[in-house]
């Protein structure tokens, strides 16, 4: 085992398994959209260690996490979870205890919704 002090940030993000390839970990360092430390990165090449906090988006949410461990290698998710400390989890999701909304329902062969039917929908759904 190597004794290593700090590890590149793409090959960090592919180790923790944020990412599925270390192109996809390059990609979103470039972008420009992630933090180290509040400061903003777009090189794949900066060095990460213990202690850190990173936040960049993925997904819908915005992952905030403190850096644990380096990691040797991209193993199993029980492993990469150990890498980090989530500081800020994305929401919960809907549980089998919550409702669930009511579904719509057309009668079967009534064909698709006019533009009207659409418009009615839309301002039943809120949307």
Same mark, same amino acid.
């Given at each position: 085992? /190597?004794?290593?002090?700090?590890?590149?940030?793409?090959?960090?993000?592919?180790?923790?398994?944020?990412?599925? /390839?270390?192109?996809?970990?390059?990609?979103?360092?470039?972008?420009?959209?992630?933090?180290?430390?509040?400061?903003?990165?777009?090189?794949?090449?900066?060095?990460?260690?213990?202690?850190?906090?990173?936040?960049?988006?993925?997904?819908?949410?915005?992952?905030?996490?403190?850096?644990?461990?380096?990691?040797?290698?991209?193993?199993?998710?029980?492993?990469?979870?150990?890498?980090?400390?989530?500081?800020?989890?994305?929401?919960?999701?809907?549980?089998?205890?919550?409702?669930?909304?009511?579904?719509?329902?057309?009668?079967?062969?009534?064909?698709?919704?006019?533009?009207?039917?659409?418009?009615?929908?839309?301002?039943?759904?809120?949307?």
């Amino acid at each position: 085992m /190597t004794d290593r002090t700090s590890i590149r940030i793409d090959k960090w993000l592919w180790h923790a398994r944020f990412v599925k /390839t270390r192109s996809l970990a390059a990609k979103l360092c470039q972008g420009g959209k992630l933090r180290l430390n509040g400061e903003h990165i777009s090189k794949s090449h900066q060095a990460l260690r213990p202690g850190d906090v990173l936040t960049f988006p993925l997904g819908p949410h915005i992952r905030v996490v403190k850096i644990v461990a380096l990691g040797e290698r991209r193993g199993p998710a029980a492993e990469a979870k150990t890498l980090y400390e989530d500081l800020a989890p994305p929401e919960r999701r809907r549980g089998a205890s919550e409702p669930r909304p009511a579904k719509l329902s057309r009668e079967p062969g009534s064909g698709r919704p006019t533009k009207s039917e659409r418009r009615a929908i839309d301002r039943l759904m809120n949307r």
